[in-house]
């Protein structure tokens, strides 16, 4: 344990949003590369699935910190998404 240091479920739930995003990002440019014309929409993918974390967290009551997760964290997500729009 002192190795890799205590278990953290949140970090672990963040690199899994990341790895899916990646995963889904690379089967994107496989199928349709189209898709990823724009170099921003894996990053506002992650964006995404971060702040939806931190949504279900507040929603459930394990957030100790959720006016700071809502102004940092699902905020500058919600404006990247809302970037996307045309």
């Not at 344990?1 to 990646?22: C, K, R, W």
């Not at 009551?61 to 699902?74: K, P, R, T």
């Given at each position: 344990?002192?190795?890799?240091?205590?278990?953290?479920?949140?970090?672990?739930?963040?690199?899994?949003?990341?790895?899916?995003?990646?995963?889904?990002?690379?089967?994107?440019?496989?199928?349709r590369?189209?898709?990823?014309?724009?170099?921003?929409?894996?990053?506002?993918?992650?964006?995404?699935?971060?702040?939806?974390?931190?949504?279900?967290?507040?929603?459930?009551?394990?957030?100790?910190?959720a006016?700071?997760?809502?102004?940092?964290?699902?905020?500058?997500?919600?404006?990247?998404?809302?970037s996307?729009?045309?």
């Amino acid at each position: 344990m002192s190795e890799t240091g205590p278990y953290n479920p949140h970090f672990i739930q963040d690199i899994g949003a990341a790895i899916l995003v990646a995963g889904l990002a690379l089967a994107a440019r496989v199928w349709r590369p189209s898709v990823l014309a724009r170099r921003r929409l894996p990053a506002q993918a992650f964006l995404a699935a971060h702040a939806l974390l931190h949504l279900v967290m507040i929603a459930s009551g394990h957030d100790h910190y959720a006016a700071f997760d809502l102004i940092a964290i699902v905020l500058p997500s919600a404006l990247a998404l809302y970037s996307r729009l045309p």
